[in-house]
T-cell receptor
Framework: NAGVTQTPKFRVLKTGQSMTLLCAQDMNHEYMYWYRQDPGMGLRLIHYSVGEGTTAKGEVPDGYNVSRLKKQNFLLGLESAAPSQTSVYFC????????????FGSGTRLTVV | AQSVTQLDSQVPVFEEAPVELRCNYSSSVSVYLFWYVQYPNQGLQLLLKYLSGSTLVKGINGFEAEFNKSQTSFHLRKPSVHISDTAEYFCAVSEAGADGLTFGKGTHLIIQP
């Protein structure tokens, strides 16, 4: 009964390095989301997907790319990390928009030095 | 587009006292409303949600919230708080067909002994 699993849980990057965050869900949800959480800012939507093979931009997409090659996985990539991308990243999935049934992962704490 | 305003960034309250955390939203269509709690260094946990029907919604841990359409509010209440309620609380809104949840900036509930 895993729900939404995020890997890794913690990561420290140097400025300019790249990395990929993995989100996996086992609930057969169509919709998946990546949020970032910063102090005093709440959670802001980076990118989302409404089904396998689809992606769309959210509120704060700059500096990130995503892919949804398989229905159960949603990858978030940072091509050239910047200190401004230091944040806690949360993945979520839902069976629909709106009423949703949103399930969140436990988060990835990323520090860019 | 939907938006959420949490009017207080911090709310200090004495143990066993009542508390109300305020949330206002704006949307041009029907909405779904959520309250999440985040304990220190943890992920998000759903407290309660309003989808339709009764405007008074009861959630976990003794919390409840009332949907007020005319005032576009969804305030969270608990009649008697405990030290273990110390956490960050997030109000969120979603619309049918929208791209996921939109979060408020959060309210830090501080319980004083």
């Amino acid at each position: 009964n895993a729900g939404v699993t995020q890997t890794p849980k913690f990561r420290v990057l140097k400025t300019g390095q790249s990395m990929t965050l993995l989100c996996a869900q086992d609930m057969n949800h169509e919709y998946m989301y990546w949020y970032r959480q910063d102090p005093g800012m709440g959670l802001r939507l980076i990118h989302y997907s409404v089904g396998e093979g689809t992606t769309a931009k959210g509120e704060v997409p700059d500096g990130y790319n995503v892919s949804r090659l398989k229905k159960q996985n949603f990858l978030l990539g940072l091509e050239s990390a910047a200190p401004s991308q230091t944040s806690v990243y949360f993945c979520a999935s839902s069976y629909s928009t709106g009423a949703g049934g949103y399930t969140f992962g436990s988060g990835t704490r990323l520090t860019v030095v | 587009a939907q938006s959420v305003t949490q009017l207080d960034s911090q709310v200090p309250v004495f143990e066993e006292a009542p508390v109300e955390l305020r949330c206002n939203y704006s949307s041009s269509v029907s909405v779904y409303l959520f309250w999440y709690v985040q304990y220190p260094n943890q992920g998000l946990q759903l407290l309660l949600k309003y989808l339709s029907g009764s405007t008074l919604v009861k959630g976990i841990n003794g919390f409840e919230a009332e949907f007020n359409k005319s005032q576009t509010s969804f305030h969270l209440r608990k009649p008697s708080v405990h030290i273990s309620d110390t956490a960050e609380y997030f109000c969120a809104v979603s619309e049918a067909g929208a791209d996921g949840l939109t979060f408020g900036k959060g309210t830090h509930l501080i319980i004083q002994p």
